[in-house]
């Protein structure tokens, strides 16, 4: 038909843009069938499917698929898997199969974010956040820094959740800083999540707190209702006015008996 593969391919080595170009050759074929059917008639099939096959294997991106071979494993499997279903099933169950093993594969990857504990690094003037793994450091025993390097979506707010609850029970940290620039987006769910995380810190005297949260990702959430039923007092556009605030918050019985004094407002 004037939809497959192989016709697609001809119209995009002919120049074609639009799906209007699907219409044009469906309109094409038609006029041929209906003129000139007899002398098709006369065409071999064997010719007729050499050209199929020759147009097919010119859809081949031997180059890409090559350089998916000997970079990601994840897609290598999604490739074989994709390609031996063609082999046994029917093309679309093959294509679909392929689409549902690339989202399962993206699901489980962007389930566990990865969450670095941060502290301020003492050397660097301008007082920067620190990956503790990339260069010991000493970290406040009342305020717990982490950074989110992904999205905080349905898939992966268990994992998220997961990590505040063990720096609470393990650690009796209940003041949690998220410096939140490398998150792409919180969907209602990963909200509702950071709502709940909140409202049980706050009972045990704590809060959770955001920092460079993103322009878009700030105003979707906003909308959801999400910054007012945390507070707009737990979000800051800067890590200065982010440690300023929540250190007027912290147990000055322990500030008194801290060995760490990383902030300024320590020393003050």
Request: glycine residues 6%; neutral net charge.
């Amino acid at each position: 038909g004037s939809g497959s593969f192989t016709r697609s391919g001809i119209n995009y080595e002919a120049g074609a843009k639009t799906p209007m170009s699907a219409i044009f050759a469906a309109i094409s074929l038609m006029l041929i069938v209906l003129l000139i059917a007899p002398i098709t008639s006369y065409l071999p099939v064997a010719a007729m499917g050499g050209v199929i096959l020759i147009v097919a294997y010119n859809l081949l991106d031997f180059h890409h698929i090559k350089n998916v071979l000997r970079y990601s494993r994840s897609e290598t499997a999604i490739l074989l898997a994709t390609f031996f279903s063609t082999l046994f099933f029917e093309l679309e169950f093959a294509i679909y199969f392929g689409v549902i093993l690339s989202l399962i594969l993206f699901l489980a990857r962007t389930s566990t974010p990865y969450i670095p504990t941060m502290a301020i690094d003492e050397d660097d003037h301008k007082r920067s956040f620190i990956n503790i793994h990339k260069k010991p450091l000493k970290q406040c025993p009342q305020l717990k820094i982490i950074r989110i390097d992904m999205s905080v979506y349905f898939g992966s707010q268990n994992y998220v959740q997961n990590r505040i609850h063990q720096i609470v029970e393990n650690e009796r940290i209940y003041h949690i800083l998220i410096v939140a620039s490398g998150i792409n987006l919180i969907d209602l769910s990963g909200a509702e999540m950071f709502v709940n995380e909140n409202n049980r810190l706050e009972g045990l005297g704590g809060g959770l707190y955001f920092v460079g949260l993103k322009s878009r990702v700030y105003e979707f959430v906003a909308r959801t209702c999400f910054v007012k039923a945390i507070g707009n007092d737990h979000f800051f556009d800067s890590k200065t006015s982010a440690i300023k605030s929540i250190y007027e918050r912290l147990d000055r019985d322990i500030c008194a008996t801290c060995n760490a004094q990383i902030f300024k407002e320590c020393r003050e």
